[in-house]
């Protein structure tokens, strides 16, 4: 997937074993883009505010890979291989919650 030490790209799989960690740390930026949304029907109104959870989601992607990244790996691997499917991978999320915690 990903070159040694480059975080993966933000496929299903690697924002699905991200969930936790993007609802707390973009949280903030998240909330203004829908309250924009919900403002303005226009797209085109809204591309400030997209582009701070684009940059949001990358930040943490990439600090999360250089702080755990055999742990994230293992997660999103487990999540690629089962669909998407949280049950499957309970073990592989533990271990990564466990070497990066949700702050």
């Known amino acids: 997937m990903a070159a040694e030490g ?26 203004e883009y829908m309250a924009c949304k919900n403002k303005d029907g226009n797209p085109e109104a809204c591309l400030q505010q997209g582009d701070a ?6 930040d943490l992607l990439k ?14 691997e487990c999540m690629d291989y089962y669909s998407n499917k949280f049950t499957k991978c309970r073990k592989e999320q533990k271990d990564f919650e466990e070497a990066c915690p949700v702050s």
């Open 53 to 58: 959870v684009t940059s949001c989601v990358i």
């Open 6 to 31: 480059q975080a993966p790209p933000p496929t299903s799989a690697v924002l699905m074993s991200l969930s936790k960690h993007i609802a707390v740390r973009c949280a903030k930026v998240n909330r």
């Open 63 to 76: 600090e999360v890979n250089a702080k755990c990244p055999e742990q994230l790996k293992a997660y999103y």
